[in-house]
């Protein structure tokens, strides 16, 4: 989830440890106030396949781009957001959510905290519905998939955010696909509240260890340039080649007696991109924070903003900073994209689930679990685990989210006969149940593919319905 881009700049020196734990500490709050947030991205795609570009070609016959779905919407009541008072529209904000922009200028809605999996559900629905009009104008079609279908890297120019001309020149130091997961890439994240620091890690924990079947459940992204790459999730793979101090399983985290100390620490070491003075991009790609906290840069000394900054761009599969991150899931329908919500909340938010998963992952292995993972990409719930696929998982998985999900007994405000949120649920234990992912559905009975009709045919699946 990206910081509202008009949020004040907390300029305190930082110049204590105990500042470091503040995002965390601060975050506690009791099972009462537990809330959920769902953050869904997705491609904008024009008739031809083209991708939606930042800004659009202008002049006669000339087509636009994402910003104009910005400024539509920022007319139809949420408020612009900019890093420099004359910058480039790169966010919207409004009663806790936000929509923001990945460098590709895939758009992102981030809800706002809300109290199920259900209202989650509306919120998309609204989202959907506001963006008929300028999608209908600029002929866009919105798909929910984990990578584009069609593009290719050289067809796209980046969202002109600071961060981004960082990131662009530094992650593929240090990773091949860096460019792919920035450009091509979409996701459906869920975020979830903690009571405790001993809560936080339990969820963490929990969270890392699942991360593969997680990965596989939710396996979305079979198509690679106008083609079906052979595998079910290539998000998934570029995910895997991407920047190892910064991504991955936290190893350092396995332990029962990790802390919030020990997520700081992993943080110090991982090297930055920027940080911004008076709206403007001071690169120090490469130096670690731990490093900038000791000896500043190029005259500049560390804020408490500069670290709560630095902690969102790490991007491991499940994140901790105000709220705890599910992040291993590829972009998902309109269906399934409340599901990981569902999935995670029925899970983290009723303790006999809870406690129930995290004895089923007690004795798994970090070395197990990131083995696991490089598999998934390719082979989703078949992928080997244990002697035999990660499809048993995944149904034991799916069975103690629903026994959580049953007794929260949140039933849907606006329509009682959908019942529980374990409606919500049901689109992905569903598919669980036949050993599929979303992907399976994707591949059924296409077309020959590399023409025309095979890609409308993908559009047509993986569209979003306005």
Known sequence: MELPLADPIDDRPLVSYEQLLEPFESAIKPPSAFLCG????????????????YEGARGEGGRGGVADVLADLASRGWMESRESEAGPLLALLRAGASIT??????????????????LIAHELRAHLAELRPVSERLGVTWL???FHPFAKRADYTFVPKLRYGVMKTYLPTRGGHALDMMLRTCTVQANYDFS?????????????????VTTAMFANSPFYEGRVFGGKSYRAKVWLDVDPDRSGLLPAMWSERATFRDYVEWALDVPMFMIKRDGARVENAGQTFRAFMRDGFAGHRALVSDFTTHINTVFPEVRLKKTLEVRGADAQSE??????????TGLYYDERALAEACELVRDFTHAEVAESRRLVWQLGLDAPFRGATLRPLAERVVAIAEGGLARRARRDPTDPAIGDERARLRPLAELVARGESPADALLRDLPAEGDDAFKAEVVRRARFSL
């Not at 890690?201 to 260890?209: F, H, I, N, P, V």
Request: hydrophobic content about 50%; overall charge negative; charged content about 20%.
């Open 196 to 212: 405790s620091e001993e809560d936080a890690m339990r969820k963490l924990r929990l969270g890392l260890a699942l991360a593969p």
């Open 335 to 344: 269906a399934m994209t409340p599901a990981l919500a569902a999935l995670y």
């Open 38 to 53: 769902a953050e869904a991205e997705k491609f904008g795609v024009f008739a031809d396949f083209a991708h939606l570009p």
């Open 144 to 146: 929910g998939l984990g």
């Open 101 to 118: 922009l990945e460098p590709g200028s895939q758009l992102e809605l981030s809800g706002a905290p809300l109290a199920d999996a259900h």
